[in-house]
């Protein structure tokens, strides 16, 4: 059974994350309950903020216990960090670069991590061995591997033992923002039993003990390409942006009709299709590069021209993808021309999809709508925010310490701030907001935690409606002759993401099929457990952008 120390962070860092995220878990049914061996295997970007979601996720009843490792450095600090780390029962792991990239001795703990296996206890271990703020998941080091190894071969005379390598796929759409999607995939396990003779230790002609050199790697190439396959893992940021583009030509209908995991499924299919092109990125590492008047000028005259940016000819190019399929640099171009164009103007790809526009009179009507909804939500929110405002201060003003150039070395510590302090300063606010109500404690017990829960859930609304209005207001002020060329270079990218999609892809005609359960809608317009969103590249800011994290 799990100490109580380790509860008690665990249901901390449980509301802190649920708070800050929006979490969404799939496959759990991969999940080997107590008393079976298991090592958890995530991929590892955003530093401490990994291991809270994946806490946060995995059900008490499947895991009472995992015992969490981390590197050997936080046991040399004096942070709440390091305390709360040391206090749930983590293994500290040297790195060899912390030590000049020396040879390091993690001997007791490989040995602490396989007899909590030997007992039926589940560990995790990031393979990655680095926190990295990058498109593309890390090599996976041979670690995890060695210990299943020795396990096993300590244990080879058990024919009832075995030990579940379960892979994890995190993926955050944001990860540094708040109310940011985050998917946590428990891919199937992998299955080791003492029969996996390959994987155990031989004795040597020098009287050493070693693992087939070969099994281990075999074994970490298979256990990184199921994390690879089911996260957003691309070459550069780039392709992964063109690729979010390709994906809401194909499919932007869906919204989030579909699940989280199957919209990273869709997404990665058009990444490794789109990869294949090996275009250079023109956006920075965070956010998009924002084209200046004079180059949104010349790609809107060539539209116009019907030169339609990177494709000299129409006709020639659709009989070209007829006979041999796609260009994909003249695609991914094209995409990344679009995407930039949407940028330049702040206008999101679903205003361009109408069969007809919206006149004049309906925007300003829409936008007189979501003014006034902003208004009603921001009076709603108010005393809310009063209760929260301790958290967002503290958090706004480390925030300011630690942000830094380049800004995207900074986000997993920027992320792991945001949510610690949240979780540190949730207790104290609630047990104030008790004493100044003490008479009424019966009531103000669960009416603080629901009303700060609903002050999340109208702020969410709010931005919403903020970015609408903005961008209503944009649509328009946009003159008609721009609107109705970007609506035609529009419609002809659309069907070639479509050819690709369909003929080399293998996607089915209508992407309505692509939903593999009916997802619940909330109360009305309002839900009090998640926000209906558009789309998940939603966050709380008032401005989008297409670069994803």
């Not at 991929?43 to 809270?52: A, E, F, Q, R, V």
């Not at 956010?287 to 180059?295: A, H």
């Not at 069969?355 to 809310?384: N, Y």
Request: net charge positive; aromatic share 10%; proline share 5%.
């Amino acid at each position: 059974m799990a100490p109580l120390p380790y509860r008690f962070v665990r249901l901390l860092f449980r509301v802190s994350a649920n708070a800050f995220y929006e979490i969404e878990v799939d496959g759990l049914e991969n999940i080997p309950p107590d008393g079976y061996p298991t090592i958890i295997c995530p991929n590892h970007s955003n530093s401490l903020t990994d291991p809270i979601c994946l806490l946060s996720a995995i059900p008490k009843k499947k895991r009472d216990m995992v015992r969490m490792t981390a590197k050997e450095t936080f046991w040399q600090q004096n942070t709440i960090f390091s305390k709360l780390i040391r206090c749930i029962g983590t293994v500290p792991i040297k790195r060899s670069k912390d030590y000049n990239y020396a040879k390091v001795d993690n001997s007791e703990s490989f040995r602490k991590l396989i007899e909590s296996l030997e007992q039926g206890n589940c560990i995790c271990i990031f393979p990655e061995g680095i926190s990295r703020y990058h498109s593309k998941v890390a090599p996976f080091k041979p670690g995890v591997a060695l210990i299943a190894s020795e396990t096993l071969t300590r244990n080879k005379d058990r024919e009832d033992f075995s030990i579940n390598l379960l892979t994890v796929s995190l993926v955050y759409t944001h990860r540094e923002k708040f109310r940011s999607n985050v998917l946590v995939k428990f891919n199937p396990p992998i299955v080791l039993t003492p029969k996996h003779h390959s994987l155990l230790k031989n004795i040597t002609s020098d009287g050493q003990k070693r693992t087939s050199e070969h099994a281990i790697r075999e074994l970490t190439s298979a256990m990184e390409e199921m994390v690879r396959s089911n996260t957003l893992d691309a070459p550069d940021w780039q392709t992964l942006r063109i690729a979010h583009t390709a994906r809401k030509l194909y499919a932007g209908d869906l919204g989030t009709r579909i699940s989280l995991a199957e919209y990273v499924r869709l997404t990665k299919i058009f990444i490794d299709a789109l990869s294949k092109a090996e275009v250079s990125s023109p956006v920075s590492e965070t956010e998009n590069e924002i084209l200046n008047g004079e180059e949104r000028e010349i790609i809107v005259e060539r539209i116009d021209a019907g030169n339609l940016l990177y494709v000299d000819d129409p006709d020639q190019d659709k009989e070209k993808e007829n006979r041999s399929g796609v260009d994909l640099l003249l695609l991914s171009k094209d995409l990344a021309a679009y995407q930039d164009l949407l940028d330049s103007y702040g206008i999101k790809d679903y205003r361009f999809s109408r069969s007809t526009p919206l006149s004049k009179l309906e925007l300003v009507g829409r936008i007189i709508v979501r003014i006034i909804w902003t208004l009603f939500l921001a009076t709603l929110a108010l005393p809310g925010w009063i209760l929260w405002s301790p958290i967002f201060i503290a958090v706004k003003y480390k925030e300011h310490q630690i942000r830094k150039l380049p800004i995207e070395d900074n986000f997993d510590e920027i992320t792991q701030y945001k949510l610690l302090i949240s979780a540190i300063l949730l207790v104290p606010i609630y047990v104030t907001a008790l004493f100044i109500t003490l008479p009424f404690i019966f009531v103000t017990s669960w009416l603080v935690p629901l009303f700060m829960w609903l002050t999340i859930r109208w702020t969410e609304d709010l931005f919403q409606a903020c970015r609408s209005c903005i961008s209503l207001t944009k649509l328009l002020l946009l003159p008609d002759g721009e609107y109705n060329n970007i609506k035609i270079f529009r419609e002809e990218l659309k069907s070639r993401v479509q050819f690709l999609a369909v003929n080399e892809l293998g996607l089915p005609v209508n992407p309505e099929n692509l939903i593999s359960r009916t997802r619940p809608r909330g109360m009305g317009y309002f839900s009090i457990k998640s926000r209906r969103k558009k789309d998940y590249n939603e966050v709380l800011r008032l401005w989008d952008v297409s670069a994803y994290n």
